[in-house]
């Protein structure tokens, strides 16, 4: 099934550890309509303007496949809202920007992003509805502990 004229569901619903685990990973009503807003608005007009394949590492992920790789429940992509993506080639550094500056977005997350390493990380992009998109702009990182932090990221 289609969700835009690049995306299928079958990509978007794509786990190997669902698959290793033998998790059903299959959105509900709701959340196919929400996938169908992120491709449309986001991840669509990323590949239309690159003109390049963009690489979906994540996309929806059940309740049961959130449990399986520690991810919360309330997670963005249990809801069918958000995808962590890269375009090999494109330094994801530049992609965040891109997108930051023409796109409406809930969230845009620059992943373990190392700026001597441009193909380092990955981008994470959700999208709620035209109405509750908040526009926020994160780097994610892991501190001398080995934690995940988030901060403000302004895209230069």
Same mark, same amino acid.
């Given at each position: 099934m289609k969700l835009s004229a690049n995306f299928s569901l079958k990509e978007m619903v794509a786990s190997q550890t669902a698959d290793r685990k033998g998790i059903i %990973? %299959?959105? %509900?009503?709701?959340?196919?309509?929400s996938l169908k807003l992120l491709c449309e608005k986001v991840l669509q007009p990323v590949r239309d303007h690159y003109g390049k394949v963009v690489s979906i590492s994540s996309g929806f992920?059940? =309740? +049961?496949?959130? =449990?399986?790789?520690g991810s919360s429940k309330n997670s963005q992509h249990a809801k069918g809202q958000a995808a962590d993506f890269e375009i090999f080639g494109v330094p994801n550094a530049e992609l965040a920007k891109w997108i +930051?500056?023409?796109l409406d977005f809930d969230q845009l997350i620059l992943e373990y992003h190392k700026p001597e390493e441009p193909n380092s990380g990955w981008i994470h992009c959700s999208y709620k509805s035209p109405t509750d998109n908040r526009?926020?702009?994160l780097r994610a990182f892991r501190n001398d502990q080995g934690k995940t932090q988030y901060v403000e990221y302004k895209p230069n």
């Open positions: %990973n %299959n959105p %509900n009503e709701d959340q196919m309509n992920r059940s =309740e +049961a496949l959130c =449990e399986a790789i +930051a500056e023409n526009k926020q702009t």
